[in-house]
């Protein structure tokens, strides 16, 4: 839908409603899908949705014949996405993907950021992120469950299960950083996020995310303090550069209890601004030094790392939050850099071996009624799931609707196919006002090769074996998932990284709950066998107990 605000700009915003505009509800689910990255996403005007360069469509005439082309795609047709552009439409079957898509792939020797920004300059590709370009952001919102389990991790390993009077250090209030200070204080604690924009600060404020601004160090160090002493939650939006700001709390002598770093660190010339620019000075050097612009983000990465050693050697706990920093870092001279553990390996991966991950749905109505609906379902029938049903509660008194209302909430194997289906029921006999898509973050446990991010230090070593992540989109396509993409990575993720995203529609009909029930079940069990492929005892478990079939080999 685009609306036409007065004067200039068509602002894209998601249909709400039952009343369809393509042929079917699946085609429709998507399109919604579609203009719901671009509604929730951090810069409409260029396509980009969040981390920098993450883009929904390749340029505003490929977004615009996507959108034609699902208004007339037949149910038994399926639509080719190459980064970002319809290449054609092929006729298939009423059990095929509507739409499959391969976003950003570059061959391996090839696959770096120089050709990344040369192709993207020619027009020839685009970097889809995780869920820009699958159409899957379903705002900050994607990724607050894992930042909030992370914390309640680290809560449990060192603070006796409870972070209230406690300090957490962090910067970036971007698209996915914004999570970060309303994941802190859902765990109790006082949060301290440094941000460059003052734009970001304010939208994370306008949303719900954030609580308070300064640009005023002392302050912040004033009502962090505070917070602390009164064991009360707090989440401060700082203006101000992490380059600076971590090494100055050095400086004064103040170690936090858990220090980690959101900004767009994985790209030195689009996402993470040097110490000493103003955000318009970046802009200009884009175009007329990027090298230069490349050098002095190096150098304030490699900064910022230090200081984060130097908390790390001092008592905080400190780790990586899935931004490539350590990588830049070690690359402009940190040594150590890879002293500090990812979150993955660190706290989350116990929950991937059995395939606990960030599945998600959308409520296509846009009525946030289906949205409660679907938690009320969860807090019934998941009493023995301890790590849903909290986050349930939670999420339903704090994280706030964006876009089209959605839910995000870490389910594995078995439980993810016995909610689709269940919300698929209640589509079919009218207790939601209309269907309901699901789909997942490509960092899932099948779907993701990432040696620096999702699988690094894995048991067998296998951490850049991108099969894995292969397997999964085609298994994806065999199980009749609405949607399956390939992504690998753009910008400076260019040759780090292959995941796969898959999306089905609950439009309550048969049809579906086999769509449905065979995806969520092949998607999960792969990622228990990957898992399980490594080594980890976790996945063993699983597949005992869940009756996954496994060859022995
Ligand atoms: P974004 O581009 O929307 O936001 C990045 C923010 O960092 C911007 O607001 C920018 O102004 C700020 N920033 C840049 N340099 C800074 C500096 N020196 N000091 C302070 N602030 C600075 O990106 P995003 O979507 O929020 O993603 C952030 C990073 O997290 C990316 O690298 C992304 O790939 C990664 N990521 C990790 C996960 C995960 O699961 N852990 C998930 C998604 C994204």
Redesign the pocket.
């Known amino acids: 839908m685009i609306i036409r605000r007065a004067g200039s700009v068509d602002r894209i915003t998601a249909a709400r409603g039952t009343q369809l505009r393509c042929k079917g509800w699946r085609q429709e689910a998507l399109l919604r899908m579609l203009e719901n990255v671009l509604e929730n996403g ?1 810069n409409q005007q260029e396509l980009t949705v ?3 360069l993450a883009k929904a469509a390749r340029n505003w005439d490929a977004y615009h014949a996507i959108v034609d082309t699902l208004k007339s795609l037949e149910e038994d047709e399926t639509l080719v996405i190459q980064s970002g552009k319809p290449i054609g439409v092929m006729r298939t079957h009423r059990f095929a993907p509507m739409v499959i898509m391969a976003n950003c792939n570059i061959v391996g020797k090839w696959a770096t950021s120089e050709n990344f920004y040369k192709y993207q300059e020619l027009g020839l590709i685009v970097w889809g ?2 869920t820009a370009a699958a159409w899957q952001y379903i705002g900050s919102q994607g ?1 607050i469950q ?1 930042t909030y389990e992370i914390f309640q991790s680290i809560a449990r390993m060192h603070f006796g299960g409870d972070l209230a009077g406690r300090f957490i250090l962090t ?8 999570a970060q200070p309303l994941a802190g204080t859902m765990a109790n604690a006082a949060i301290l996020c ?4 003052e734009e ?1 600060i304010d939208k994370r404020i306008k949303v719900g995310y954030l609580q308070r601004k300064t640009a005023d160090l002392d302050e912040a160090l004033a009502w962090i303090r505070e917070a602390v002493a009164s064991r009360k939650s707090l989440s401060v939006g700082l203006l ?4 600076d700001v971590y090494p100055e709390l050095l400086r004064r002598g103040i170690v936090p209890d858990i220090v980690t770093d ?5 790209d030195l010339v689009y ?5 000493g620019y103003s955000l318009e000075r970046v802009a200009e050097m884009r175009k007329k030094d990027p090298d230069k612009l490349k050098a002095d983000a190096g150098a ?1 990465i490699a900064r910022e790392v230090e200081a984060m050693l130097e908390f790390q050697r001092r008592g905080a706990i400190v780790f990586d ?4 920093i350590r990588t830049h870092a070690a690359q402009y001279g940190v040594k150590d850099a890879f002293d500090i553990v990812v ?1 993955t390996e660190g706290f989350l991966r116990p929950l991937f071996a059995r395939a606990i991950g960030p599945f998600r749905w959308v409520a296509l109505s846009g009525d946030p009624e289906d949205i409660r609906t679907i938690d009320a379902y969860i807090l019934e029938h998941f009493r023995d799931n301890d790590i849903a049903t909290n986050w349930i509660r939670l999420a339903s008194q704090y994280v706030p609707v964006e876009g089209l209302p959605a839910r995000i909430g870490w389910f594995g194997h078995g439980d993810r196919t016995k909610l689709a289906l269940a919300v698929n029921a209640m589509v079919r006999e009218g207790k939601l006002k209309g269907p309901v898509a699901f789909s997942r ?1 490509h ?1 899932d446990a099948a779907s993701m090769a990432h040696p620096n991010i999702m699988t690094e230090n894995m048991k067998d070593g296998s951490d850049a074996i991108s099969d894995w992540p292969l397997l999964n989109a085609m298994l994806n396509c065999s199980s009749m998932a609405d949607l399956v993409a390939i992504h690998s990575g753009g910008g400076g ?1 260019t040759g780090y990284m292959t995941s796969a995203g898959v999306t089905i529609v609950a439009d309550g009909s048969r049809d579906s709950d086999i769509r449905l029930e065979t995806t969520l079940n092949n998607d999960t069990g792969l990622g228990v066998l990957r898992y399980a492929d490594a080594g980890y005892e976790e996945s063993f478990d699983e597949i005992a107990k869940k009756g996954i079939r496994r060859v022995n080999v």
């Open positions: 951090e969040y981390a920098a992120g995780l990724v894992g910067a970036g209030l971007g698209g996915m950083g914004g440094v941000e460059v924009s970001r101000g550069n992490a380059a959101q900004t767009s660190a994985h996402g993470y601004v040097p110490s304030s939050n899935g931004n490539n979150f973050d960092l993720y």
